[in-house]
């Protein structure tokens, strides 16, 4: 099924993006609607990005799969200008900086009914616990539990639902 796109969105690169079921993308009125769009991409052929029936992704979104898989729940909720990226596509080393490899890429799994607050980065290896809440401008670096609210950055678990 296609998702219902109320704001411009790409969709690019050689991977699999799969749409299961409803899942709207861009909100009208919400901020950023009249100046942005969503991206989402799978870049290798061995990266993959699925969004599950009944999520919601409000403006301005961001998924990047560089090689391996962002698995995006049912029923979740996402703020503007979320970033999700499996990847730090590149090296640190300063010889290594322009050097693109699968070592650099861990895959993200959101399980269902989590909740992902405004300016949330999520980062590669990551797991988010089913119905759990990532407060705005929350960095996600490390897993988080199933049934908390987590927010900071780093963030990290600071209250039980």
Sequence with gaps: MRPRLHQPVQFSGLGEIVIHGRVNIGIYPSPFFLSGYGYIEARHPSASITIGNGTWINN???AIAEFKRI???QRVLIGT???ILESDFHGLAIDKRTIVGAENATGIVIEDNVFIG???KIMKGVKIG???VIGNGSVVV???PQGVVAAGNPARVIRNL
């Design 142 to 144: 490390h897993d988080v």
């Design 118 to 120: 405004n300016n949330v």
């Design 71 to 73: 698995s995006i729940g």
């Design 60 to 62: 301005n979104f961001v």
């Design 130 to 132: 089913f119905g759990s």
């Design 81 to 83: 200008c979320v970033e």
